[in-house]
């Protein structure tokens, strides 16, 4: 064991598995001798030479695009986009040729990439370096969507994404890159993917929350706590495919169901599960199911800090569903 | 750079001195066959959608020069990325005629398990990378494919197919750049053949050609009459050696037309000249071809009506048995999504087999 941020995490995942297998290739805009603008890839070209980590033209239609040819010649991928919001430029290749490849060739071809991006906000980057986009993926059928919240999951589950046959996109909560610090496991320390976590285990409420909302939901059951109710918070991990169980076997327990993302309210993988609560599992509920999520307008710069779920406003979802 | 166009074999047949890849007669005759199969294939496939029996065909007459002799310039090992307009290659390198004909139909039979449109291809077995629609995606992953090779330390070199239209995709740019700039074993093929769907070349691009692009990326292009069979292998033959030897991508402009409507969705008529096909008819590329094997004594009456005939009867019976061969299962529409099913997609399937088939479920009254 190792005490590690989040973003430690991360580089010695990724270090672990171009030790094992040289198949694995890590590139992007300013990976290679940087390190990557938050340093995430720092000492890997020095490990391993730049055949194996290298600086790509400012392209994300490029990077994404030829990392699918380079997963179709029998590499394994890592594409770094440097923010999530810049990300659209590949939107197309991610969306009609990675997601699909397997599928429409009748898995003559396949995809093994990783797509690895930070997203979220509370850095104060305004609209382009804040935002939670992923909605957008959870909604193609092909493509996996991955998140850590604590550093031994990030090592863990991006082992998993490396190792996975088909494309994973892998969003870094970057606001906790170096606040979230933990134990992690030397080598081989492999985290499955499609398995929720428990962060808590709690009587009265369930806390469904991913990436960094995970650290607001544990402050906000503390208070919720000395109020007199036991939260339990669950972490899918994977959003797609998803570990429906856990969710459902925790509204079971509880009758309660809060939802926390930070991306905008409308259509937020959110909602997802919040639907998926309301199908199959509404004989047990015993209140209403809440979504707590950022408001629908751009990302602010200046009222980042109003427009993000907080542990009030989490209070609030939870207290919602004892008093509708 | 030169907006000149290479011409080896003139309209009358006669070869420009000193330009013939001298091309053994074996080779000749097989680039031959390939092209009058792949004109035949068109044929029947517009014909097929025609009478209603499939979906939608694409038809590629008069550019079967400029994909066949491309891609004959390969070895068998080295790979394609193709947009949906080069049926001549699938012919070339030997692809079984069940696994093309099935696609059409989307039966049983069809590698790409009837998931997409037909001539949307995927021939693994001679490493041709599965179609997709959108234009120029395949682009950037020829350049990648390349890329990845040269970190694998092999030889293999790597082809892709897009039009004059696909010159202003973005995968155009990133594609060429990325391969410029990591020396990629890569051949980018843009066949021009005029029209993107009824957008005319000049109002894609304010270049004078689309060659000449290639330059600004920091790789040659190189500019060469589509319709000349001869031309157009020479001219990637270069390319491809260029590849292999690890001296970088080339661009190959070839010039032609497409003599069909973009589709069978499409009708040329309402805003084509006749003139300009009239014009274009005349360079034909198989009639050219014809005329060049006359003068090698090559070509004959009986030749040519035996690979009539045989390729005719070859396809009659491949179309007979896709026709009759089964639908895809319901539960292949929930496979292959990922390599493994999900929950949820198992449950999606049991929803839907619920519904359908003898054991489809009695939802019975509604409660009151």
């Not at chain 1, 009748?106 to 093994?112: H, I, L």
């Not at chain 1, 309660?256 to 997802?272: F, H, I, L, N």
Request: proline letters at 5%; charged letters at 25%.
């Amino acid at each position: 064991m190792a005490e590690m941020t989040l973003l430690g995490a991360i580089t010695d995942a990724m270090a672990t598995e171009m030790r094992s297998d040289d198949r694995v290739v890590v590139f992007g805009e300013d990976v290679g001798k940087k390190g990557g603008v938050f340093g995430t890839t720092a000492g890997i070209q020095d490990e391993f030479g730049e055949d194996r980590c290298f600086d790509t033209p400012l392209s994300e239609c490029g990077i994404i695009g030829t990392g699918i040819g380079m997963a179709l010649y029998g590499l394994r991928p890592i594409a770094e986009i440097q923010f999530l919001d810049f990300i659209y430029p590949a939107f197309d290749q991610i969306v009609s040729e990675a997601a699909k490849m397997r599928y429409r060739s009748g898995g003559e071809y396949t995809c093994p990439m990783v797509i690895r991006s930070p997203y979220g906000g509370g850095i104060r980057g305004g609209h382009y370096h804040s935002q939670s986009s992923e909605a957008y993926f959870c909604h193609t059928p092909g493509l996996k969507v991955v998140i850590p919240s604590t550093p031994a999951d990030a090592k863990g589950l991006l082992v998993s994404s490396i190792r996975d046959e088909d494309p994973v996109m892998f969003l870094e909560p970057k606001r906790i890159y170096r606040t979230s610090k933990g134990e992690v496991p030397e080598g081989e320390h492999v985290v499955p993917l499609s398995k929720g976590r428990i962060v808590r285990e709690g009587t009265d409420c369930t806390v469904v929350a991913y990436g960094s909302m995970v650290g607001v939901c544990e402050k906000a059951a503390d208070e919720a706590e000395k109020l007199g109710k036991s939260i339990e918070i669950v972490d899918p991990r994977t959003l797609v495919p998803l570990d429906e169980s856990i969710i459902l076997e925790s509204v079971k327990k509880t009758g309660r169901c809060v939802v926390v993302y930070e991306a905008p309210k409308t259509c937020g993988y959110g909602s997802e599960i919040a639907a998926i609560v309301a199908e199959r599992a509404m004989e047990y509920m015993e209140g209403p199911i809440i979504r707590v999520a950022g408001f629908d307008t751009p990302f602010p710069y200046t009222l980042e800090n109003l427009y993000m779920p907080d542990v009030r406003r989490v209070l609030k979802g939870i207290h919602s569903t004892f008093t509708w | 750079m030169t907006s000149e166009v290479l011409t080896i074999i003139e309209t009358d047949g006669k070869v420009a001195k000193g330009k013939d890849p001298n091309l053994s007669d074996d080779q000749l005759k097989e680039l031959y066959e390939t092209m009058v199969k792949a004109r035949i294939m068109d044929e029947r496939g517009l014909a097929l959608q025609r009478q209603g029996r499939i979906g939608f065909y694409l038809q590629a007459l008069g550019q079967e020069a400029s994909h066949i002799g491309s891609a004959a310039a390969l070895l068998d090992s080295d790979w394609l990325f193709p947009a949906y307009r080069q049926p001549g290659i699938p012919i070339l390198r030997g692809a079984p005629i069940d696994q093309i004909v099935c696609e059409w139909f989307g039966h049983e039979g069809d590698p790409s398990k009837g998931r997409q449109m037909p001539v949307h291809y995927s021939l693994r077995c001679i490493n041709f990378v599965s179609i997709s629609s959108p234009i120029g995606t395949q682009i950037t992953h020829a350049a990648g494919a390349a890329m990845a090779a040269k970190i694998r330390k092999d030889d293999t070199v790597f082809m892709t197919y897009f039009g004059d239209g696909g010159t202003s995709s973005n995968d155009f740019h990133a594609g060429l750049n990325f391969a410029a700039v990591t020396k990629a074993p890569c051949v980018f093929i843009c066949e021009n053949n005029q029209w993107a769907i009824s957008v005319p070349s000049h109002r894609q691009t304010g270049s004078e050609t689309m060659a000449q692009k290639a330059v600004a990326y920091g790789m040659p292009g190189v500019r060469v009459d589509g319709n000349d069979i001869l031309a157009v292998y020479r001219v990637c033959m270069e390319a491809v050696d260029r590849a292999r030897k690890g001296e970088g991508p080339t661009m190959v402009e070839t010039v032609t037309y497409r003599m069909a409507s973009h589709s069978s969705s499409d009708d040329a008529s309402r805003y084509r000249d006749q003139e300009e096909y009239e014009r274009w008819k005349q360079r034909d590329p198989i009639q050219r071809f014809q005329k060049y094997l006359k003068r090698r004594k090559v070509w004959t009456e009986e030749w040519q009506t035996e690979i009539e005939e045989t390729y005719k009867n070859e396809l009659n019976a491949a179309i007979k048995r896709a026709e009759a061969a089964p639908k895809p299962s319901i539960e292949s529409m929930f496979e292959g999504v990922y390599m493994n099913k999900t929950q949820q997609l198992a449950a999606q399937q049991e929803e839907l087999l619920s519904l359908e088939g003898p054991e489809a479920e009695d939802l019975g009254e509604f409660p009151l």
